[in-house]
């Protein structure tokens, strides 16, 4: 469906990326990615739109921020491609390895090669995304990469409590499609999305960090019969939620007749998709006290998950121009999470032996339901 009608788009894409390629920062072969910071220009520039920022580089942006959230974001929506641009942001930049062999790592190889890499099982449910975002693109004559970052870190601050995230701009146009198997599953071991992390250039807090996106995540394809089914119940803000319902004891799968799909575990909430791989890194030894620590810690959790962001998207980059003062501040989540109403700390299941498990309140009521997301 999507694959076919975007395959169409490819030769304008060529021309479209080869135009912005001649006018952004060199590509590099070089693994390692640098990048020019905002300090080199230290006075504010006012830009012909009226709003400032650190490098007049970055002017050209600010009315491509507001035709993203126009055509993309329904106006600035925390909505289901917010949170797929998110997704696809995760899904470009890690086909890259430290070592050298895999793709161009944060380079929108995803975007512009879409007929090959949407066809990886890992990719399932990226192609409305992509199909979302390709006129769009098209339109606004960035490179791909450019493009598939700015709409991550735009969609992501539309989301209440997230951090306003890095953006740096630059990237010449991708050469290749990233290589299969780059992308972790659901149903692959801790150990199995360590190793790959770890080719990436990533931490094990790093990948918790990144995990913080599934805070505004669901699931469209894992039980396809019901799409849009979130990983927390408060899939529209940026808090710590994910992680306790994650190591909530489960009691059901929320499709009909109670049947589990590859990739899913017992959830313990209606209507609520717990996936293998979260289930499995909050409990393993080596993430769980990691994991437990992001916890109603949400200024911990902003800070970690935007340096674990910053770095994800100059993945194999270089050169780069910071340009984060065209991303809108995201408004803040305040106060303190809570147990979804009818549980409490007997129904957590601990997995981090040496540290105490933070104290919350449980919210008065009956069991909830978690409602999907709209227009999954
Ligand atoms: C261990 C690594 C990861 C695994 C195994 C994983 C797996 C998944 C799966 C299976 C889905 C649901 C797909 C569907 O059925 O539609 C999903 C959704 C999502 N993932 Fe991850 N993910 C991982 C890491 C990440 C990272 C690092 C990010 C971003 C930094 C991310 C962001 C998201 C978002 C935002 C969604 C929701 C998309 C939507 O609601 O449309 N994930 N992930």
Known sequence: MAL???????????????????????????QTASVETAAAFSNKH????GQTTSNPICCKLFPIVD????????????????????????????????????????DGSILAFNKTELAYHANGGIDDIVERQFPVFLETGLTAGDFVHLAGAIGTANCP???????????????????????PEPTDSVTKILARMADAGFSAAELV???????????????????????????????????LEVLLKGTAFPGKGNVSHPGEVLSPIAGEMRLQSDAAIARDSRTACLWQDMIDNQQAMMSRFKAAMSKMQVLGQHGLTDCSDVI?????????????????????????????????????????????????
């Not at 974001?73 to 930049?93: I, K, P, Q």
């Not at 007997?346 to 309140?361: E, I, R």
């Open 4 to 30: 076919n009608r975007l395959s169409l788009f490819v030769a304008a894409l060529a021309a479209a990326s080869q135009w912005v390629s001649a006018a952004t920062v060199p590509s590099s072969t070089s």
């Open 67 to 106: 035709q993203i959230q126009k055509d993309l974001f329904d106006g600035g929506e925390c909505g289901e491609e917010a949170h797929s641009a998110l997704r696809l942001t995760f899904h470009d930049a890690i086909g890259f390895s430290i070592h050298g062999g895999k793709g161009g790592g944060a």
């Open 328 to 376: 809108p501040t995201p408004k803040p989540f305040k106060g303190h999470i809570t147990f979804p109403p009818t549980f409490s700390q007997k129904n957590v299941q601990v997995a981090c032996k040496s540290s105490p498990f933070p104290k919350l309140k449980t919210v008065a009521g009956p069991a909830p339901t978690v409602a999907p997301v709209p227009g999954s």
């Open 46 to 49: 006012k830009c012909p739109t």
């Open 209 to 243: 960090a990144l995990l913080s996106s599934h805070s505004i995540a669901a699931a469209d394809v894992v039980d396809p019969s019901i799409p849009g089914t979130p990983f927390d119940s408060t899939v529209d803000t940026f808090d710590t939620q994910v992680f």
């Open 161 to 183: 409590g997230a951090p306003r995230l890095d953006y740096f701009f630059g990237r010449p146009a991708p050469k290749a499609a990233a290589p299969d198997l780059t992308v």
